[in-house]
């Protein structure tokens, strides 16, 4: 089974990081008929769509010029893109150093979904010593169980208590969703618990969001919001088959959002197949970024040891604008170009277009060193190269590739000081594995330090 990588978890941490405390839609009550109907089903009759829903919520026009005036949803999803809920884990929870046996106790409880167990708990500590983490698990629990005058007195007092930065700004953010949720007139009480639950995966409160979706769920299952939190709520804790059965609950839907989701959770169970088809639907349903849809599917045809297709998925991410921004969206197509499907001026013109986006990069530098070097032209190679070492001397790929080229040209004695270099550097990575069998094929036959 695949498992979630840091790097994806720190990438979408960002997307989290840069909520604007945002707005919730959810529909009055549209049936979902299509349980049944498959991802290919539904790539072979949905039409394109690449607008986005308007906010079904309904907002009563006030016409009182006495009462203050009442926001209108925006239009537009805060779900819509994936970065900002999956796997934003926050490593950080209120209490997690506390030294009171009670609060761990609590704490513990919340993790076995004891919910209302852990508030009786969290009450006895504040009867004892009432604290800031305390006062805010109060809060939570009570916007959980729908005690709404109870939630705000204890994220205030927490507020107040003002003892945790973190915990602190915590606890305004969930105050701050009855102010939000008031300015709009007539609505529903779930529209509440929604903002509620969200701000809790926001928080790392995944346990107490994922109890109180449940019941969302299950007393108005034709709210669409409540089953996408739901699932990316599974989704950040692995449980993917779940994840996958909630968020098949809204299909079909014209959220690309929901079939990006669909595609990371049929990823990690391994059904490739159905993971490219969710992907193939948010395309169509007009998911953006387009350019991660594209490197989701290159990886899996990676997986799958389809270079030809892979290569072709991460040249189409290099496309789209926005990609064109990160240099690591260059490796991979270059590698594939240059070392496995042997079309090296496709490898150049991607290692060019890196070159011209990030001049001052050293992987920039690299990549292209890395592709002359396979046209055999060795004096353009030997300049990239060395200029990549100059720029970032710590970068292994450049002391690999310089050692390939004192290889190609006969200076053994050099290519193996740099293969030693890359492995150094890389001593459990791709790079320095690579380097280490190149070295030890020439044979260890130098020691020292030769300048390059």
């Known amino acids: 089974m695949k498992k979630l990588t840091w790097a994806t978890v720190l990438v979408l941490l960002?997307?989290?990081?840069?909520?604007?405390?945002?707005?919730?839609?959810?529909?009055?009550?549209?049936?979902?008929s299509v349980n049944n109907v498959t991802l290919e089903e539904q790539e072979k009759t949905d039409p394109v769509n690449t607008e986005l829903l308007e906010p079904e919520i309904?907002?009563?026009?006030?016409?009182?010029?006495?009462?203050?005036?009442?926001?209108?949803?925006?239009?537009?999803?805060?779900?819509?893109?994936?970065?900002?809920?999956?796997?934003?884990?926050e490593t950080f929870t209120p209490g997690n150093d506390s030294g009171k046996p009670l609060v761990r106790e609590a704490k513990e409880l919340i993790g076995d979904y004891r919910i209302k167990?852990?508030?009786?708990?969290?009450?006895?500590?504040?009867?004892q010593e009432s604290d800031q983490v305390t006062q805010y698990y109060l809060g939570i629990l009570s916007a959980y169980l729908g005690q709404r005058e109870q939630a705000q007195e204890y994220l205030k007092q927490a507020i107040e208590s003002n003892t945790h930065p973190k915990t602190t700004a915590y606890a305004q953010s969930f105050l701050d969703i009855y102010s939000y949720f008031a300015s709009f007139q007539d609505a529903k009480i779930e529209f509440l618990d929604a903002l509620i639950c969200k701000e809790l995966l926001a928080a790392g409160e995944f346990e107490i969001a994922i109890d109180k979706l449940r019941y969302i769920t299950t007393a108005h299952p034709d709210?669409?919001?409540?089953?996408?939190?739901?699932?990316?709520?599974?989704?950040?804790q692995g449980k993917y088959d779940k994840a996958t059965t909630a968020l098949n609950e809204v299909l079909p839907t014209d959220r690309g959002e929901v079939y990006y989701w669909l595609g990371l959770a049929y990823y990690y169970q391994d059904d490739l197949n159905k993971?490219?088809?969710?992907?193939?639907?948010?395309?169509?349903?007009?998911?953006?970024?387009?350019?991660?849809?594209?490197?989701?599917?290159?990886?899996?045809?990676?997986?799958?040891?389809?270079?030809?297709?892979?290569?072709?998925?991460y040249s189409k991410?290099?496309?789209?604008e926005e990609a064109k921004g990160y240099i690591d969206l260059y490796i991979r197509p270059v590698w594939?170009?240059?070392?496995?499907?042997?079309?090296?001026?496709?490898?150049?013109?991607?290692?060019?277009?890196?070159?011209?986006?990030?001049?001052?990069?050293?992987?920039?530098?690299?990549?292209?060193g890395w592709t002359y070097l396979t046209l055999e032209d060795y004096e353009q190679a030997k300049t990239h190269l060395?200029?990549?070492?100059?720029?970032?001397?710590?970068?292994?790929?450049?002391?690999?590739n310089l050692g390939r080229y004192f290889e190609a040209i006969g200076e053994d004695e050099l290519a193996i000081q740099n293969y030693e270099d890359a492995y150094r550097l890389d001593p459990e990575g791709a790079v320095g594995e690579s380097a280490e069998k190149r070295r030890l094929g020439l044979g260890d036959s130098s020691k020292g330090s030769l300048e390059v």
């Open 117 to 127: 167990e852990a508030l009786d708990v969290f009450r006895q500590a504040d009867t």
């Open 386 to 400: 060395k200029q990549a070492k100059q720029i970032d001397p710590n970068l292994p790929a450049a002391y690999l």
């Open 58 to 89: 309904k907002v009563v026009e006030n016409t009182s010029e006495e009462k203050q005036e009442l926001k209108e949803p925006e239009p537009e999803n805060v779900l819509k893109s994936g970065d900002d809920l999956i796997l934003a884990k």
């Open 14 to 32: 960002m997307g989290l990081m840069i909520w604007t405390y945002a707005f919730f839609h959810l529909p009055e009550s549209v049936p979902l």
């Open 317 to 320: 991410a290099l496309e789209e």
């Open 275 to 313: 993971s490219v088809s969710a992907y193939n639907q948010a395309l169509r349903k007009g998911y953006q970024p387009r350019y991660r849809l594209y490197e989701k599917i290159g990886d899996i045809y990676l997986d799958e040891n389809n270079y030809q297709k892979a290569a072709e998925q």
């Open 223 to 236: 709210y669409v919001d409540a089953w996408v939190l739901l699932g990316s709520a599974y989704l950040i």
């Open 336 to 368: 594939l170009y240059n070392d496995v499907l042997n079309e090296p001026y496709q490898a150049l013109y991607l290692a060019q277009q890196a070159l011209l986006y990030h001049p001052e990069h050293a992987m920039a530098h690299n990549l292209v």
